[in-house]
């Protein structure tokens, strides 16, 4: 197997589309289609060591017919590996978009209601009070009447007053609710992962951890809106698989606006993942290389050889 080596200034940036596309079909497909499109980018470029190979051993040179011969011989025993790593280790800016099942059967309308009349004549029903931000609160160690609370300290006295009554974190969410402008609107987390990281929170099975210094907010990408994502979490916050609707990468077009699109935030924004753990105990590696299997049976592209097939030695 060759190695090749890429500019260390050679950004993932072409890559962000093919992820944003594949993300939908799970991590498998997307670690099929994000290597098939490494090895498109690399394509010229392994053609060109090969051809750099056959010149080198000194028997042929280029256009006669032997040259074409040691050629396909390369082709057909040696791997020549694109750096993979170089690209799938970089990060992405990503938004999470979360939601539980009631929330979504009321296309995200529930906080909107929920703001409105949490400390209304009208007493809301469960359904009302099932959706991202009263998760949140939640997973904060709050309930929901410690949030009732909260907001009736704010609407009375500002955020001063319920900051020092009901502590940061439920302060801070009041606010953003009083802040929030649009009907429709999804708790937002923004985080900055790998590629390969983001493959790895595809999965079904995972629990992605974020530090309580991310960034998190009612945000509302159907109508290119939001609060002011400054919910200041008070821990650590560990999200599974089965409350994030979905994901938004910055600088790919996406299906709706995203952060980025609406705020113009820094990078700085979108902090780095806590931690990711999985319920599925296989490595990063056994999952690409299920993926590059599966590609294999499906047909799609890759300049890797198959694995069982072995190579004679070769000195370069």
């Known amino acids: 197997i060759v190695h090749l080596e890429p500019d260390l200034a050679a950004s993932n940036d072409f890559l962000l589309q093919d992820a944003y596309d594949a993300h939908f079909a799970g991590p498998e497909v997307y670690s099929a289609v994000l290597r098939a499109r ?28 032997l040259f074409d011969v040691a050629w396909r011989y390369l082709e057909e025993n040696y791997t020549l590996e694109p750096p993979y790593s170089h690209y799938l280790d970089q990060g992405v800016r990503v938004n999470i978009l979360l939601g539980t099942q009631r929330e979504r059967d009321s296309d995200f309308t529930s906080i909107h209601v929920m703001g409105d009349n949490l400390n209304g004549p009208f007493s809301l029903n469960s359904s009302e009070l099932d959706n991202g931000l009263t998760w949140l609160v939640k997973q904060q160690g709050h309930t929901v009447p410690e949030l009732r609370g909260a907001l009736a300290s704010y609407d009375k006295w500002g955020f001063d007053a319920a900051e020092i009554t009901h502590g940061t974190f439920l302060a801070s969410v009041a606010e953003e609710l009083r802040r929030f402008p649009n009907v429709m609107g999804s708790v937002t987390v923004l985080t900055s992962l ?34 002011g994502l400054d919910i200041q979490l008070e821990r650590d916050l560990d999200i599974p698989s089965d409350v994030r ?6 600088g790919a077009r996406n299906a709706q606006r995203t952060v980025q699109d609406v ?13 990711i753990k999985f319920v599925d105990t296989r490595s990063l590696d056994e999952l690409m290389a299920e993926a590059k299997e599966r590609a ?21």
């Open 38 to 65: 490494i090895d498109e980018h690399w394509e010229h470029a392994v053609d060109l060591v090969r051809s750099r190979v056959v010149e080198s051993s000194e028997i042929t040179t280029p256009f006669e017919p």
């Open 263 to 275: 705020y113009g935030l820094v990078d700085d924004a979108w902090k780095d993942p806590a931690a």
């Open 245 to 250: 609707f979905d994901i938004q990468i910055e």
């Open 194 to 227: 790998s590629m390969s990281q983001l493959g790895q929170v595809l999965d079904r099975s995972d629990v992605l951890t974020v530090p309580k210094e991310t960034t998190v907010g009612i945000f509302a990408p159907w109508a290119g809106g939001g609060s």
């Open 296 to 316: 294999a049976e499906r047909g799609v592209g890759h300049l890797g050889q198959a694995k069982e097939r072995r190579s004679p030695e070769i000195d370069i």
